[in-house]
């Protein structure tokens, strides 16, 4: 052995203690660094895939016709892009660029030339997604942005980073100050420079083995909980609940990421160690010989501990002045800690209060803006409206109010008022207390009131106005039979004939002056019954919306479930109650970032008080073992174990009491500091400088941060610290009492076991064996439970195995023995149950057919394989498996959704094979060739699906996804009203394992397979018939979500939504693109295949042949009654 | 031939009121192969002296030239290189690396110098200190003595060109200490090194060609000493030759 590595191994073994504190240092450090890394990559990760949720494209340009669309889209630098139809009949391009586009406006003007639209790109008609772009890092902007952020990444990390040399620093300060004097010694016999520093990073080196690996491990799992914690603390409700949030912001550990954070650990042990090798072959050898590790330099008579502590005192300080930097060291480090801790929760408590505070400014205690809606073509009116809104029960208070426009004379000029007429509930909200009137008076006297607070009433001049005030209205009417059904009244209001009309407002009262400013407010103010009375004379001659303004009844705690619950109600009652405004939403997710935000900072935090406390520890610990002989001596002469602990407790003391005195002075400047902060923000972008004198207090008075909690969190961390400390150098000093005095005061600080440990390479092997063993353990159990499933499967009597390709098939089948034709069922995409969803048709189908559901690799019970999955290798499979079964041709192909893509081919590849082809709802091949299975769109690229995808098959392959979800909140049952409780259990069965390699390929292949289909595709005499599940009426979507609501109620489930109203809606809403893409898509498509027949039935894509097994089966059998005789 | 020259050598430990001038203006030579006795009363800066010259510790003012060269010319890594290959240290409190066997610090310059160390030549220091039995142990498992032996094992084993010893045998019994005379003295003879002795012992001085006496830092005696030994024959012999 090298005789830097002997003494580098010597050493760690002589100071195992100190060694492992420096262990943990560096752990930490390391650990720290990682988690920085990590979070950022899950961080952009989380931004990136928010972005794609909502905007999936980097550029938007509208109102294109076809053509054009056609060539942006295959335009130069471009991915991928789509085209979408809007209602008007243009066209919407989506791109996503490939490359750098450079300076983005000259590509768009270059591209808007080249295309023929340059009015486009004049008019602004187009969108570039930033964020996209950004992260892209596409066009000169985006670049500029996506280096800013790093640079901001940067520099705090490499803050955070120069944080964690302090401590790396530290654990080496503290084991090689000791050591010194070996190093005088080496250097006296004839070490160099260079070999002394070699000797001081050989051991930070074998230390760092350790510790960095173990770093990592710590690094991976503290990131993973921060994820973990800041998920459950609010994030994951905005993405409706964990699971979903896991795959929106998957946690992914980035190989690059864990190298950078290990480099940056070994660098800094390097360096730390380098440094320290330095500052000691800067002194001539005798000098680091003489100045022993504990020698007090000098010497003060009168100390304050001297004074309160007496001798022991006295001692303990001079034992503190003996090393001052290390002194130092351990003060910041406990200063820092103890800082943050007390300051955290106050200023995020404090920015919350602001946040909430402001949006409350804003918004009053309102959850809800939105219009009760009247019909004047129905003569439903809005008092109607509100009743219903009443009568939900799902809201505390309803405020309502309808603001008309009236003019007043002021000298020449005429000034526009605005009315106010409210209900009840609003006119309490705005005065409270300092109600001018009652409400019932301004009822009973059909009077109003002024309202000084609202900025309008000094602008119109109301002050000197008493008792009347003449007034002109616009008086609007609409003639009856121009009325058409569903017409809103705002429309009516902008079209109708409009009069002046004089009246008198009989003023009750004037508010006083004092009430607090707000956004809602009139000038003048009257009672909702003196608006219904007076409308038909003042105002109009039909009905008008109302405003509403409602409180959730259970606005204490901003939920998901009430938040779904009331969007819900709106929703089915749209007709009658329009939201426009859902403050509960945003206030509720406010709470849920604020509450994230709080969850991922504790954790910092608590990462940061662990490294100060090791460091404390160790100093406390390494102190008395290096004073070993020195205490011993103490002893010796006749010093009391009570006067050596109470020495210790008094360094402590003063490492502890200094901390707190510092850390008090940084907090109270702190807080100052972000007082002024939020104050200057408040009056630099809040406050418009008309508001009054209120509410100015208020909103300051929100920014007041609370200064005795934190100086009473300071007290309670020095106490803790303290406490570890006392207790810490009370253990060391209960175990040197076992040893004699005179072995102590003999006995040199450095003893090696000079056996070789192999403690490291056991754990390690001990480790990888765990890691092995659970792996093997949970992949037995995989293939045992897969096994189990098959033998009930079997039982079933769905099994039955063939030799396909390489493969064992499962090729089940069904009905007349020796049929007049063999219907062969090919599955959609990643439907392992088709045949036993499809048990019904079967039923009916079977009577004089036979039916074969060959399931292809990594479907159902056929083995999984890991070829790959291209058409002709399915196709081939198939074929294969049906003649080992002894299935001969010709088939009639019965393919599902994407199973329609294996039957076009088999057709066009073999036509002699093929009888006729039926579609169920079968995938149509789109215009643009894409990676858009709808699993696939969930992913902002191809990459990254895959990587989940494989991901997702790890864990099956480890039988991972047999494990419950942890979220298991009660989910509605797919198809629970269809089938019995023994066909969804062997359908459960099917889907396990959720990923096989097989499925895997065939989703990649699946944009190959689209082209390669697009270019072969030609119309056949092949007889075809195609049944479609897209809606065709109003009545579908009804249909659809009886089926959806039956599914609900089967699971045990309320279906909230009102089905009447909701269908309608949806038609009204979306009808013209499903005529857009009946004409333009599916049309089109079935003619490219020929001989076609269209047969539209309604109900659920997945089991529409279950949900309408009749008339599937009925058309099937006249179909082919009819075409092959 | 002169081998080591000490001019106008000084140390000057603290300031002001707690300045202790430990060597004050120092000067003499020493031939090659000449043994030194260096004497003098606790305090008088005789350690001190020895640290300068073995290059561990930089005077305040005044040279020292070894073979004609200033020693404190060099640079740090010459300075080490210089520490392990020409001058064997002893120390008065040994200073051995603690974590490190007998036999592991005995070998210890030769190791850092990148060579392998003999084991014959290992064997037979290890024999004529007396540590066979204890070449396994740890500093903290030795007794004073052994220590001591130790670190003139150390000073000893690569065969340097100067021994500079501070008290060697301070803690051993006359018969030991005779020993350990008795080793220098032959090294001295048949490697021709020079050896400079700090001691407080009389019959020790007494065997050396020449004895420093030291006073408040200064010299305040040199006096050359016919050697009472018949070996001397023999070296003034190979000085001669
Ligand atoms: N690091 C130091 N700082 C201050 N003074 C020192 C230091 N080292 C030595 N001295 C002083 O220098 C003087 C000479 O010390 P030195 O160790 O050379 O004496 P010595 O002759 O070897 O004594 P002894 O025979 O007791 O070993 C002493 O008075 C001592 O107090
Ligand atoms: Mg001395």
Not at chain 1, 359 to 382: K, M, V
Not at chain 1, 1003 to 1011: G, I, M, S, W
Not at chain 1, 1057 to 1081: G, P, V
Not at chain 1, 1088 to 1116: M, P, W, Y
């Amino acid at each position: 052995m090298r005789y830097e590595q002997l003494l580098a191994s010597r050493y760690i073994r002589a100071q195992k203690r100190q060694s492992a504190f420096t262990v943990i240092s560096i752990l930490v450090a390391v650990a720290i660094i990682t988690m920085f890394f990590l979070l950022y990559g899950v961080c952009m990760n989380c931004v990136k895939n928010a972005s794609y949720a909502s905007e999936p494209f980097h550029l938007a340009v509208e109102g294109l016709t076809d053509e054009q669309g056609e060539a942006l889209v295959s335009a130069e630098h471009v991915r991928y892009g789509w085209l979408d139809r809007a209602k008007d009949g243009t066209v919407t391009a989506y791109l996503l660029f490939e490359d750098d586009i450079g300076d983005r406006e000259i590509w768009m003007q270059h591209a808007a030339e080249q295309i023929g639209a340059y009015k486009q790109f004049l008019w602004n008609r187009y969108h570039w997604n930033n964020t996209l772009m950004m992260l892209d890092g596409i066009g000169n902007e985006g670049k500029r942005s996506k280096l800013q952020i790093f640079c901001i990444f940067f520099v705090a990390a490499v803050l955070a980073a120069f944080s964690l040399r302090l401590i790396i620093d530290t654990a080496f300060e503290i084991s090689s100050k000791e050591r010194e004097r070996h190093y005088g010694v080496l250097q006296s016999i004839g070490a160099t420079p260079e070999q002394i520093v070699r000797i001081i990073t050989a051991e930070a080196m074998r230390l760092c083995l350790i510790a960095v690996p173990l770093g990592l491990g710590a690094g991976i799992v503290f990131a993973y909980a921060i994820y973990e914690a800041v998920l459950k603390a609010g994030l994951a409700d905005l993405f409706r609940g964990v699971s979903k949030a896991k795959v929106a912001l998957p946690f992914t550990v980035d190989p690059k990421m864990l190298l950078v954070a290990a480099a940056v650990g070994t660098v800094w042990v390097f360096l730390s160690a380098y440094g320290v090798g330095m500052r000691i072959v800067k002194k001539a050898p005798m000098e680091a010989i003489i100045t022993r590790a504990n020698d007090v330099k000098k010497v003060r008579k009168h100390t304050l501990s001297g004074l309160l502590f007496g001798i022991s005192g006295s001692i303990a300080s001079r034992n503190a002045r003996r090393q001052k930097k290390r002194f130092v060291i351990t003060v910041l480090a406990l200063t820092v800690s103890i800082t943050v801790f007390a300051l955290f929760t106050t200023l995020t408590e404090s920015v919350e209060r602001c946040v909430i505070g402001m949006t409350e400014y804003f918004t009053g205690d309102t959850d809800f803006f939105g219009y009760c809606l009247c019909n004047n073509s129905t003569g439903r009116q809005a008092a109607e409206s509100a009743q219903m809104l009443a009568d939900s029960g799902l809201f505390r208070e309803i405020r309502l109010n309808v603001p008309q426009t009236v003019f007043v004379t002021r000298g020449k000029q005429r000034k526009m008022l605005t009315v106010g007429y409210v209900n009840r509930e609003q006119y309490e909200a705005m005065f409270g207390a300092d109600m001018p009137v009652s409400y019932d008076e301004l009822v009973r006297s059909g009077s109003y009131v002024l309202d000084p607070a609202s900025p309008l009433y000094a602008q119109a001049d109301l002050a000197g106005v008493q008792d009347e005030l003449q007034a002109v209205t616009k008086y609007r009417s609409f003639p009856k039979d121009q009325i058409k059904p569903g017409m809103e009244s705002v429309v009516m209001e902008k079209y109708a004939e409009a009069e002046d009309r004089e009246v008198t407002l009989k003023i009750a009262a004037a508010a006083k002056d004092q009430l607090p400013e707000g956004a809602q407010r009139y000038p003048v103010i009257g009672a909702l019954e003196t608006f219904e009375a007076v409308k038909d004379e003042w105002f109009c001659d039909f009905d008008v919306d109302w405003n509403f303004e409602c409180i959730s009844a259970v606005n204490a705690n901003y939920n998901a479930a009430d938040l779904k619950t009331a969007k819900d109600w709106f929703y089915s009652n749209m007709e009658s109650c329009m939201l426009s405004d859902n403050i509960y939403e945003t206030k509720w997710k406010t709470n849920r970032t604020l509450a994230s935000l709080r969850a991922g900072v504790l954790f910092l935090n608590v990462l940061i008080a662990l490294a100060a406390l090791i460091n404390l520890l160790n100093i406390v610990s390494t102190g008395i073992a290096n004073r070993r002989s020195e205490l011993a001596s103490l002893e010796s002469i006749g010093m009391t174990d009570r006067q050596l602990n109470r020495m210790a407790v008094i360094e402590c003391l003063q490492f502890t009491g200094a901390a707190a005195v510092i850390a008090a002075v940084i907090c109270l400047l702190i807080l100052l500091g972000t007082e002024k902060v939020l104050r200057a923000m408040i009056d630099g972008i809040f406050l418009t400088g008309s508001e009054s004198e209120q509410t100015v207090w208020m909103l300051r008075n929100m920014t007041n941060v609370d200064r005795v909690k934190p100086m009473l969190r300071i007290a309670a961390a020095a106490l803790t610290a303290l406490a570890a400390g006392c207790i810490t150098s009370r253990v060391m000093l209960r175990r040197q009492n076992t040893e004699s005095l005179s072995d102590r005061i003999r006995g040199t600080e450095m003893q090696p076991d000079l056996k070789k440990s192999h403690l490291l390479r056991n754990s390690l092997i001990a480790a990888a064996g765990a890691v092995f063993l659970i792996a093997a353990g949970l992949r037995i159990y995989t293939v045992a439970a897969y096994r189990h499933d098959r033998k009930e499967y079997e039982k079933a009597g769905y099994l039955n195995l063939v030799d396909s390709n390489g493969f064992k098939m499962n090729v089940y089948s069904t009905g007349a023995e020796h049929g007049k034709h063999t219907i062969v069922g090919l599955a959609g995409m990643g439907v392992n149950s088709y045949p036993i969803v499809t048990a019904e048709l079967n039923a009916r189908l079977g009577k004089e057919n036979t039916l074969v559901y060959p399931d292809r690799a990594g479907y159902g019970f056929s083995d999984d394989s890991y070829k790959s999955q291209s058409l002709e290798q399915v196709v081939e499979d198939y074929r294969t498996g049906l003649k080992n079964a002894g299935f001969e041709a010709p088939y009639v192909l019965m393919g599902h959704s994407y199973g329609s893509y294996y039957a076009l081919w088999w057709q066009m590849k073999y036509p002699d094979e093929i009888e006729a082809i039926i579609f169920l709802d079968g995938t149509w091949l789109e215009k643009n060739e894409c990676w858009d299975s709808s699993t696939i769109n969930e992913f902002p690229s191809e990459s990254d699906a895959y990587a989940a995808f494989r991901r997702a098959f790890l864990r099956s392959w480890f039988g991972l996804d047999r494990l419950p979800a942890d979220d298991a909140q009660p989910e509605c049952r797919y198809g629970k009203a269809l089938f019995s409780e023994e066909q969804l259990a062997l359908w459960d069965m099917t889907d396990y394992p959720e990923w096989s390699a097989a499925f895997l390929s065939e989703l990649k292949n699946e944009p190959e397979a689209t082209r390669e289909l697009r270019k072969n595709l030609h119309p056949t005499d092949t007889p075809k018939l195609y049944f479609s599940t897209m809606y065709t009426c109003e009545e579908d979507v009804r249909e659809y979500m009886e089926f959806q609501k039956a599914d609900y109620e089967a699971s045990g489930l309320e279906y909230k939504m009102n089905i009447e109203t909701a269908a309608k809606y949806e038609w009204r809403r979306d009808a013209w693109s499903y005529q857009d893409m009946y004409e333009n898509r599916l049309s089109p498509f079935l003619e490219q295949c020929g001989n076609c027949r269209l047969v539209s039935v309604g109900g659920d894509h997945g089991i529409f042949f279950a949900q309408k097994s009749d008339e599937v089966a009925d058309t099937i059998l006249d179909f082919l009654a009819e075409t092959t005789g | 031939m002169e081998l080591l020259k000490v001019e106008n050598l000084c140390k000057v430990y603290g300031k002001g009121e707690n300045e202790v001038r430990a060597v004050d203006g120092v000067s003499f030579s020493v031939e090659r192969g000449q043994m030194v006795a260096i004497i003098g009363a606790s305090g008088s800066g005789k350690s001190t002296l020895l640290h300068m010259i073995g290059a561990v510790d930089r005077p305040t003012s005044g040279k020292i030239l070894i073979d004609g060269q200033d020693v404190f010319q060099q640079n740090n890594r010459e300075l080490a290189i210089f520490r392990r290959r020409q001058v064997g240290l002893i120390y008065q409190f040994y200073n051995l690396i603690p974590v490190l066997t007998a036999e592991e610090n005995i070998t210890l310059p030769l190791l850092m110098d990148g060579r392998k160390p003999d084991p014959a030549h290992l064997e037979r220091i290890l024999e004529m200190l007396g540590l066979t039995a204890r070449r396994h142990h740890l500093p903290s498992q030795l007794s004073g003595g052994q220590q001591q032996r130790v670190s003139i094992g150390r000073a000893l084993f690569t065969a340097p060109q100067i021994i500079l010893a501070d008290e060697p045998t301070g803690n051993l019994d006359s018969k030991n200490s005779a020993e350990i005379m008795e080793l220098f003295r032959k090294s001295n003879r048949e490697m021709k090194q020079t050896i400079l002795i700090i001691t407080h012992d009389e019959n020790i001085a007494e065997q050396c060609d020449r004895i420093l006496v030291l006073k408040d830092g200064k010299i305040i005696a040199d006096e050359a000493q016919a050697v009472p030994s018949d070996d001397r024959g023999e070296g003034d012999e190979q000085d001669a030759l």
